[in-house]
């Protein structure tokens, strides 16, 4: 389908919504087990606050990876090309998605008073 035959409206932001969703809680778990424990009952955010080690929040830890991320799309925009071909602007915008999720899920952990056992 041509690009200027696709009607931009709210149903095909709802689908993309729905596939984009769809495509990070799939990442999110093929990365989930290659970062967090084994068995993925304990602490799935052991990752980033591991970060605590260099005196810094995890949430701060996590949203300098999304910077990482922001600049990767940012350098796209300015340039209209990667040169990296391994992961796309709309890997990248992926990606985003996900830090956000689990930036969401660690402060929700916090607000809760719940700790780490690591």
Request: net charge negative; proline share 2%; charged share 30%.
């Amino acid at each position: 389908m041509k690009s200027k035959e696709v009607l931009f409206d709210s149903e095909w932001l709802e689908q993309l919504h729905q596939s984009t969703c769809d495509k990070c809680r799939d990442v999110m778990t093929k990365k989930n087990s290659d970062y967090a424990n084994p068995d993925h009952s304990q602490n799935v955010f052991a990752n980033f606050e591991a970060s605590r080690v260099f005196n810094i929040h995890p949430v701060m830890g996590l949203l300098l990876r999304v910077q990482d991320k922001l600049k990767r799309i940012e350098s796209f925009v300015e340039k209209g090309s990667l040169a990296v071909n391994e992961e796309s602007w709309a890997d990248a915008c992926d990606d985003v998605v996900n830090y956000m999720i689990l930036c969401k899920g660690l402060l929700l952990k916090e607000s809760l008073g719940v700790k780490s056992d690591d």
